[in-house]
């Protein structure tokens, strides 16, 4: 059975430094993998996903993700942070061709920057 | 370009009283999905449409019906509400995986709904 896991129901960060938001995932195959942001009283909003390829992904917002194989894992980055980036982040993982009414949704990490 | 619209944003309800959850996209996507989202439980998949014609079960489909009306709406519908139903529903549309589309969701603003 597939699973993703965020292990961290908050993160803290002052602005202008990196930030990293966690997530490991088990899954058969070869995963899809993606990363969603919501901001308060909005929807789900799509940041990027890594399918094949290069294992450093770049998304929105200046956001990038490295996919690790041998420690499956799937961690979110930025160099530097906004206090716009104050949102609630998902991690998701779907194993390879299946349908996306497969994909499997961690519970979320809450990322706070302060200014 | 709307992308995914739902309705209402918020609704009271009381306890045995029915509702219906509108969603709309105007993308031309196939799949079409409702999600809840519980605090500290993420997402969970209450039903989906594969495509038009077609619903399926998801992980929490018991209290709940679903209608495909075409190839763009796609509603929820509480026959018999209770207090567990109090939950932020999310509607949400995507390519089929098979069909050049890699999966992604597109997810609309949210119906926050409370059962008393």
């Known amino acids: 059975a597939q699973s993703v896991a965020q292990p961290e129901d908050q993160v803290n960060v002052a602005e202008g430094n990196p930030l990293t938001v966690k997530c490991t995932y088990s899954v058969s195959g070869n995963p899809y993998l993606f990363w969603y942001v919501q901001y308060p009283n909005r929807g789900l909003q799509f940041l990027l996903k890594y399918i094949t390829g290069d294992n450093l992904v770049k998304g929105s917002y200046g956001f990038e993700a490295e996919f690790n194989k041998s420690q499956t894992s799937f961690h979110l980055k930025k160099p530097s942070a906004l206090v716009s980036d104050s949102a609630l982040y998902f991690c998701?993982?779907?194993?390879?061709?299946?349908?996306?009414?497969?994909?499997?949704f961690g519970s979320g990490t809450r990322l706070s920057i302060r200014p | 370009n709307a992308g995914v619209t739902q309705t209402p944003k918020f609704q009271v309800l009381k306890t045995g009283q029915s509702m219906t959850l509108q969603c709309a996209q105007d993308?031309?996507?196939?799949?079409m999905y409702w999600y809840r989202q519980d605090p500290g439980m993420g997402l969970r998949l209450i039903y989906y449409?594969?495509?038009?014609?077609?619903?399926d079960k998801g992980e929490v489909p018991n209290g709940y019906n679903v209608s495909r009306l075409n190839k763009r709406e796609f509603s929820l519908r509480l026959e018999s509400a209770a207090p567990s139903q109090t939950s932020v529903y999310f509607c949400?549309?995507?390519?089929?995986?098979?069909?050049?589309?890699?999966?992604?969701?597109?997810f609309g603003e949210g119906s926050r709904l409370t059962v008393l």
């Open positions: 998701a993982v779907r194993a390879p061709y299946s349908s996306a009414s497969k994909i499997i």
């Open positions: 449409s594969a495509s038009e014609g077609t619903t």
């Open positions: 993308m031309n996507h196939n799949s």
């Open positions: 949400a549309s995507s390519e089929a995986p098979f069909e050049g589309g890699q999966g992604e969701l597109f």
